[in-house]
């Protein structure tokens, strides 16, 4: 981490030392256990809006830490949301990504990428950089020893046209039937016969990092959000094994991949 981050950690392991709290006795006071608030204070994991809130919430320091962190936020290129993520997506072993609407960003091609940002919301200089961090995180899936990735995708977003880009969506759709025979990436559709069913709520994604401990990821239209606590963490948990059995079997859904990229031809 760099040196604005090193500065609020140092911060938050002296306020720590200040209450005269062990990282149990602490973690316990904002709902974290102790490995969690050990690892956020030696820069393992990346301190989130909703660690600091708990932090900020349970001693009362007038948002002293959540400050901290949106200034830090603004010290980056990145958003702090992203920025948060990403690094979690680094060091994570296991990720278990639903998508209800696109490709998951880690499975996109070039092209892909930059017709999710199409329709004017985004400068040109602004879908350069963003598609380039897009296609710089891909690179987690490359290294000696990955993280398992595990992606349950509606099965519209294959059928969804992409206008006036011909060509494209056959490119991505056979870029993804040979990303799933990897051993490491998992793919599974949810198939349109599945009818309603409670993913249709939304995208989230599960990192589960090397101590074993989880955090989230969601998003909307206008914000995305960390998620960290355990309580919320497992309900999505919960969620992620309801849209999991509602999708096909990981030979079906390659085979479904393939028929939908013919489609396209």
Known sequence: MGTATDYVLEELRLFRASLALSQEDFGKGIGYSGSHVSSVETGGRAPTKEFMKAVDG??????????????????????????????????????????????????????????????????PDDVDRIVASRLERQAILRRERPPQLICVIDETVLRRPVL?????????????????????????????????YLGLAGQFIIAEMPDGERVAHADNQLTAQIVDTPTDVATLARTWEIVRNEALPRRQSIELIEEVAKSWT
Do not use: K, N
């Open 164 to 196: 006036d880009q011909p060509g494209l969506m056959i490119e991505q759709c056979e870029h993804l039937a040979r990303l799933t025979a990897e051993e490491h990436i998992q793919v599974h559709i949810v198939p349109t016969d599945a009818g309603m």
């Open 58 to 123: 349970h001693h009362d320091t007038g948002g002293r830490f959540l400050r901290m962190l949106d200034r830090l936020g603004r010290l980056d290129a990145e958003p702090a949301w992203l920025r948060e993520w990403i690094e979690f997506e680094r060091e994570a072993t296991t990720l278990r990504w639903f998508e209800v609407a696109y490709v998951p960003g880690l499975l996109q091609t070039e092209r892909y990428a930059r017709a999710t940002l199409a329709g004017g919301r985004f400068a």
